[in-house]
C-alpha cells in the first residue's frame, strides 16, 4: 500500500471524501496530513571537501543526477566542481589568474546552462592597488572551459549572482548593476540596480533580480527589493518593501508557473509570526510582480535564509542557518543548519536540520537536482560540506515494470514515476520522466493492455504498451527535458488520451504509462523509452 493511502484512511479529513466538489477541502487536509506526518527527511550522506580552507558558497543541478559546486580555497583561488549523486567529485577546475600574493579571488554562484554545463562567477581583488574585476566562466557538463570573461564595468566590478536566460545567455548581478552577455560571452547590456543578491531567468529571456537597498531613515535602515527586466534590459517593474525594518532579500527562484519564490531575513515581522532578533521570510509574487503571500518564520535567535530553490512539484525548498534554540530541530551547539520544503500555497510541509555538534555550521546555498534529491552546501568546522536530503515530497503512486528500461545516451536507462493521488475524483496526477538525455523532446503514452515489443519502429527502446495506445501530444503536452535531463505533465483525468479520443478516467480502472523521447547514439538520431507504470485508480 503506498504512503499516500495510508495517510488517506488515517487522515479524518480525507477519510470521509466523496464528492469532486469538497476537492479544495480534501487538497488543503491532504497537505495537513503531509505536514504532520513527515517530522523531517532524510540525510543521505554527507561529503566533506578534504581541503581545509574550502567553503562551498553556491549549488547548482547537474544533468543526469548530481550538482555543479563553487568554492573558495582561501583567498587565492576558487574551486568549480561537478559532484556526482554518490557524492563523488567527477571533475573540478580550479579558477586564478596569477599566482601573485596581490591577487584575491572571491567565488560567488553557480547556475546551470540550457545546454547542460555550468556559469560560475565571482571577483578578483587585487591588494596593492584596489582594483576590482568580475570573471565569470562557462564550462561544459565534462569541465571543458567553454568561454569565458574578465570584465572592469564597475557596475559589475564586485559581482553577488548569476543567472542563465532561455537561450543560453548570462546575466550578472553585482553590488551596482545587472550585465548580460550573449551565449557566446559577448557584452550585450548593462544596467544600474541596488545592491543584487539573487536572480533567475525569467524564461522569456529576461531576468528576475532582487537584494538589499539602503532606505531613507536616520540612521540608514535596510529595505528588501525585487525588480524584473526584459531581453533588451528594459525594466518592468521595481518594489521596494520592508521599510523600517533591516530587511533583504537574499535569494530567488522561478514558481514554476512565471512567478518567483523570494526568500530573505528581516529585524520584524513582514506578513507572518513575530520573530525577535533576526528572522526569515517566504514570498511568493506572480509573474506581474504581485505579491500572493508572505510567510515569516524564525527563532527567538538569528536566522539566516541563504538560498531557495525550485523542486519538482512547484514547491519552495528553503535553506540557512541559525543560533536560535529550535527552528528545524533543537540547537546542539552556537549554530546548526536547516531546510523547509513549503507548498505553493506556503505552508510548511516538512523540515529537517543538520544539528550538527561542529564549529559554526552554516549554509549557503540549496538546490533540487534533477532526481529530485535537494542538496545544501556551506561549512562546517571550518570545511566545506555538501548533504544530500531526500525529497519524497508526494508519495509516489502505481508499480513499475518493464524495469530498467534500455539505457540511452546518457549511459542509464529512464525512469518513470508518478505522483499525486490515485483517487480519480481529485484529478491530481503528475507523471514525471527522469534520467534522460539533456534537451531531448518527447511525450508521454498510456494504454490499458501492458506489452513488451523490442525495438518498434526501429527504436533502441522496449515499448511496454500493447492494444489501444494513447498519446500526450496535446497543446503543452509534447514536453523537453531541457538541462535538467526531465520532463513531467501534469495529467487531467478528465481528459485522457485513447485513439479514440479524450475519456474521464473512472474509479477501478488500470491504466499503464511510459514516456517516449528522441536520442542520439553513435552521431545518429533514434529514440528510447522509459520504463512503464501501472496505476490502478479509486
Known sequence: MSTNRILMFNCPALRNGRTSTLRRLLQGALAFCLASSAAGQTEVWRTSYPTNAIIFDALAPAPGNGVYALGALSTRAARALRIADSGAVVWEREIRYSFSVDEEIHPKDVVSTTSGGCVVAGGRFNTVTSVSDMWVRVYDSNGGLVWQQLDADLRV????????????????????????????????????????????????????ACGSATGPGTPPDFDAWVARYD??????????????????????????????????????????????????????????????????????GMDYPKGVALDEFDNAIVAGYTNGASLAAPNTLNYDCWLMRFDASGALVWSASIATPVTFPAIYDVTVGTSGAVYVGGTMSLRGFISRFDN?????????????????????????????SAYAYLSEVTLLADSLPAQAFGYFLTSATQGNVANPAGSQGVLCLGGAIGRFVGPGQILNSGASSQFRLRHDLTNHPTPSGLIQVQAGETWNFQAWYRDMVGGGATSNFSDGLSLTFY
Open 231 to 300: 531581453a533588451a534590459g528594459n525594466q518592468l517593474f521595481f518594489d521596494v518593501f520592508g521599510a523600517g525594518l533591516v530587511a533583504g532579500a537574499t535569494s530567488i527562484a522561478p514558481d514554476g508557473v512565471g512567478g518567483v519564490y523570494l526568500t530573505g531575513d528581516s529585524s520584524a515581522s513582514m506578513g507572518g509570526i513575530p520573530v525577535s532578533g533576526i528572522g526569515c521570510w517566504l514570498q511568493r509574487r506572480t509573474a506581474a510582480g504581485v505579491v500572493s503571500w508572505t510567510r515569516t518564520f524564525g527563532t527567538v
Open 392 to 420: 519524497d515530497l508526494l508519495p509516489t503512486l502505481g508499480a513499475s515494470y518493464c524495469s530498467p528500461a534500455v539505457p540511452n545516451s546518457t549511459g542509464a536507462p529512464s525512469r518513470l514515476r508518478v505522483f499525486g
Open 157 to 208: 566590478a564586485h559581482p553577488t549572482s548569476v543567472a542563465v536566460g532561455s537561450s543560453g545567455e548570462v546575466f550578472v548581478g553585482a553590488v551596482a548593476g545587472i550585465k548580460k552577455y550573449s551565449s557566446v560571452g559577448a557584452p550585450l547590456w548593462s544596467v544600474p540596480t541596488p545592491y543584487v543578491l539573487g536572480m533567475t531567468g525569467d524564461g522569456a529571456g529576461g531576468v528576475w
